[in-house]
């Protein structure tokens, strides 16, 4: 079957670092993908993995291991507008998207 | 949890016919359902925001006469593609909101649809 995780809720601090972890189930796989998203706005896209290692891009990095079928997001130096939600979603070979539920980060002062 | 579908998952059609696409809330009464498509790689990218017994409202870019979408009930919205090209090939995906009395909502994404026009 398929499957996919991700903590619901998640609490950081201003100018800190948070680590957000997905973890899936699947036969075959397309890629990983992250988005954010803000209250009553569309996801934006954030990144996407199909091969194992670390891509970073400025604050945010992505981590993938298919291997383990674990993929984890890194915010760095966070700011006040990085509240929101972060939606991992992996592509199986059908090409369909098997998306979390999200995690919600909330960044306190 | 919530569940939202997608019907069909996969739809293969000739170049100039039409295809619609169903999303359906399948536990619960979703006040707004929202279209996107996206191209691999590519973030989702909002085509349309509909609410139950309404117009549609489409984001810019997006003809509203050559993508039809109809939101006959609190669970049900359809897209269709009119006259359908190769350039509109692509993964549509829907999402429904569930609005909770604490004025909080969440969104729920389906599975997604892969049009590929030939």
């Known amino acids: 079957g398929q499957n996919i995780d991700q903590p619901t809720e998640m609490t950081a601090t201003e100018g800190a670092i948070v680590q957000i972890n997905c973890t899936y189930q699947t036969s075959g796989f397309n890629g990983l993908f992250w988005y954010q998203q803000h209250a009553g706005e569309a996801p934006t896209f954030l990144s996407y993995?199909?091969l194992d290692g670390l891509e970073e891009k400025g604050r945010f990095s992505s981590f993938l291991s298919r291997s383990k079928g674990y993929s984890y997001l890194l915010l760095k130096e966070l700011q006040m507008k990085d509240s929101a939600s972060y939606l991992c979603?992996?592509?199986?070979?059908?090409?369909?998207?098997?998306w979390g539920a999200g995690t919600k980060l909330i960044i306190k002062p | 949890g919530a569940v939202v579908s997608q019907h069909p998952s996969r739809v293969i059609c000739k170049s100039g016919t039409s295809v619609k696409i169903e999303c359906r809330s399948l536990d619960f009464q979703a006040t707004t359902m929202f279209w996107y498509r996206q191209f691999p790689k590519q973030s989702l990218m909002l085509m349309a925001t509909?609410?139950?017994?309404?117009?549609?409202?489409?984001e810019q870019g997006v003809e509203k006469d050559k993508f039809l979408i109809n939101h006959a009930s609190l669970t049900l919205s359809t897209l269709t593609v009119t006259s359908a090209h190769p350039e509109d090939s692509s993964f549509y995906i829907c999402?429904?909101?569930?609005?909770?009395?604490?004025?909080?909502?969440?969104?729920?994404f389906g599975p997604g649809t892969r049009l590929t026009v030939t």
């Open positions: 509909s609410n139950e017994g309404s117009k549609a409202t489409y």
């Open positions: 979603a992996f592509m199986d070979s059908n090409y369909q998207l098997i």
């Open positions: 993995n199909v």
């Open positions: 999402s429904a909101t569930l609005s909770r009395t604490d004025s909080s909502y969440e969104q729920y």
